[in-house]
């Protein structure tokens, strides 16, 4: 049977796994790709650290990217090193070495997808990124092969499984946000600096890769609206589930009428609904195309070999000659004309759930649906429970939650409501799925 | 932009949804395809017959099968006729001329598949099968593209929506067999004979694909071990909510030390898990990969434009190459050899439960349990009620959850069981899914 050199670039827990799946299972794959994916090398940056994989043949370790890029045997490599440099201009040298790459690198492809992909395709080269959104959950294949038939007119998702872990320990377990993240941590589902993972950011960087292969829209992850879990704590968890609601960190995006609304926030899901049914660190999304109809995808969202899991599917498909077929159609950093537009954030539709602290006084009540009713925000229910015996006395929580409204118009009528004398300063808003 | 010409055959519910797709969608349609698909012929059986499809342009229709065969340019054909013949004379014909096949029959699929990938394997031909198994769930490329890295380990299904949509109507509105058959039948959920649905029979049929694609094990579907929704009664959903479970017409392929236990049954799932959720005409896959682990999918299984989006999709991969690619590799009625075998039903393991109506005197109970003592099966739980004032005063209706047994154990106990003369002749034993 024909040989293909393979490559792994960077050899962490990814790496590690992607080479475990070669060398242990090479008959499975080889099957799979009608050619052995036979692992010539792999750059490490300590060549003295032990890695745990049997196996591994000698002389396959090196710290030389060199022995890389010079040996034309090797056609596809996995670059499986995370942040922006060197990442960026080592991909850079795999492509102008002719090689076709896999990545798992979601930041780069988001900060520096458009240079990389314009760089691949006028070298004839390709990228294939399954594992850089969804882990294991093969969302890039469904959407770029197996929905094509379809104009897809939303998508959402819970992206990022780290925040997911949180929320499900602060809501099961009753955990305070800091006490959840050490748990995150110590289990290995959250770095040591999750601000990336927890202020949203990650999730919209995966959202905007599929938002582009999807709608064919460009846009810098930077100018997706995003809310993380400082918009919220345990007591908001707490009401959300006396209104029959879950909170999910969720990235959406929504087509109406050419326009497509993009944000990652917060957002209460009613319970039972399959995006609030989705627990610990996996990762799920929803995608409704005007043929298909919906269709739902559950499963884990990172970890070492689900994510290994999609690089060796991505380079049994470089392989075999499948994404070399794919990567040419893609809707994703081409000079494609796209029609639709981007809806400013301002003006996307939604409903709202907002809390107060207010004073237990005559009045209050009144002011404060007088300001949603001056924004002409209706209220679909209202909560205002007597003071736990435990806190301030004076002032009680109110809940609202409001029919559909605009972005703005409950921005404006939340900050006014938020200035009354009347009112806690501290205050929160929170997106409410629909449907 | 290039062309390929494609044809359909059988302008049906499925074949008018494809031409639908094919005439207003075309662009995008070209843009994932890469070149334009052109619907060049579409047979019919009555040329005089208004589809409702505008558009349609002169001389697309014809009533002739010699059209489409001898006409060079068409090669892409969508095969949309459905049971055995003239279906099966017609593929072989199409594959003959030299067409790429697309279809959406399973039946035939699972009854002469080994005859038509042979011939079309001979001849450098593809046949492209997605909208065969769960409609709108692009479950086929899902184990053959993009879970090539895994050894599956299980794969379990709701694979039938009409039996779903049926079992959904029993439980959430009461009704009996009959009468939410005939709801699903005025609502085109069922056939005006739904007997392959009802009884398992479809279901082992995309078992029998599934299987074989994922576990390389070649089954007559005949062979697999079914029953239906005859097995039970609109009691047997009530007492199992009671006991916390829903039921569900799953099929199980479950691959344990190199042995495939594949059936099909009307199983209890507990409330939450992902398959007891599943409602209507959805259906529903979790599949299990050594290395991506547990992957949950939920859609349209069937209805007009689910099962064109996957047909269409087919059509996109052959006329862009990928199924070329796909197809030479497939575990499917190949001459590949498999080292999985399969384990005879009575060997299969599982938990069960049991109802009898039995004599309200003393000793009953002892009996029974003393037959399942003799078989070594050990109960979970048990649970006898009071005779409702309705029924016959002298019977009580018991339920009984086992621990793990073999099916053989549990067969033959429910047998002795059902055989003690204070027990009715009428007794009812279902699967209960683990975990």
Redesign the interface.
């Known amino acids: 049977m024909e040989k293909t050199h393979v490559a792994i670039v960077g050899m962490g827990t990814v790496g590690s ?1 992607v080479a475990r ?1 070669l060398l242990d ?1 090479g008959d ?2 080889a ?4 050619r052995v994916l036979w692992l010539n090398k792999a750059l490490v940056r300590d060549l003295s650290k032990d890695r745990g994989i049997s196996g591994l043949p000698a002389g396959v370790l090196t710290d030389n990217l060199q022995e890389i890029l010079e040996n034309p045997q090797i056609q596809v490599v996995a670059h499986l090193i995370g942040g922006i440099e060197p990442a960026r201009t080592i991909m850079l040298k795999l492509l102008e070495s002719g090689k076709d790459v896999v990545t798992a690198n979601k930041a780069l492809l988001a900060q520096h997808g458009e240079e990389l992909f314009d760089r691949a395709r006028s070298l004839g080269r390709t990228i294939a990124f ?1 594992a850089s959104v969804g882990g ?3 969302i890039i ?2 959407i ?8 897809i007119i939303s998508l959402r998702g819970i992206l990022n499984g780290t925040s997911n872990f949180i929320l499900t320990q602060m809501s099961e377990k009753g955990l305070d946000y800091n006490r959840a993240l050490e748990i995150a941590q110590n289990m290995g589902y959250a770095e040591a600096d999750p601000a990336m993972d927890v202020d949203g950011s990650d999730a919209a960087q995966k959202l905007a890769i599929l938002a582009h292969l999807a709608f064919g829209v460009r846009i810098d992850w930077k100018d997706i609206q995003r809310h993380g879990l400082e918009a919220f704590t345990i007591e908001d968890i707490r009401y959300a589930e006396k209104l029959g609601y879950r909170i999910r960190l969720l990235a959406t995006a929504q087509l109406i009428d050419d326009n497509l609304e993009l944000h990652v926030s917060p957002t209460l899901i009613r319970n ?1 609904r ?1 995006l609030a ?1 989705v627990r610990g660190p996996y990762n799920a999304i929803t995608i409704v ?12 969202g990172a ?1 070492q ?2 994510t ?3 690089v ?2 991505d380079m ?2 470089t392989a ?3 994404t070399d ?2 990567f ?2 893609l ?1 994703l950093w081409s000079d ?1 004309q796209c029609e639709i537009e981007l809806t400013p954030y301002a003006r996307t539709l939604g409903r709202y759930y907002m809390r107060y602290l207010v004073a237990d006084e005559p009045g209050v009540l009144s002011q404060i649906t007088g300001i949603l009713g001056n924004y002409r925000i209706s209220i679909s229910s209202i909560i205002q429970h007597e003071p736990a015996e435990s806190s301030d006395p004076s002032k009680v929580p109110l809940i609202i939650m409001t029919h559909v409204c605009t972005e703005a118009d409950a921005s404006k009528a939340h900050e006014a409501i938020g200035q009354l004398s009347s009112v806690d300063s501290r205050c929160f808003k929170l997106r409410v799925s629909e449907g």
Do not use: K, W
């Open positions: 796994g799946l299972h499975r794959l099957r799979h790709a009608g399954e294991g959950i093969p294949a469904n770029t092969q197996c929905f094509t038939a379809n104009q039972g399959p049914e195309g005007d043929a298909v109809g919906d269709m739902f995808f559950h499963g884990q970890g070999m689900p290994a899991s999609a060796v599917a049994i498909d075999a000659g499948r077929i794919t040419r159609r809707q494609r």
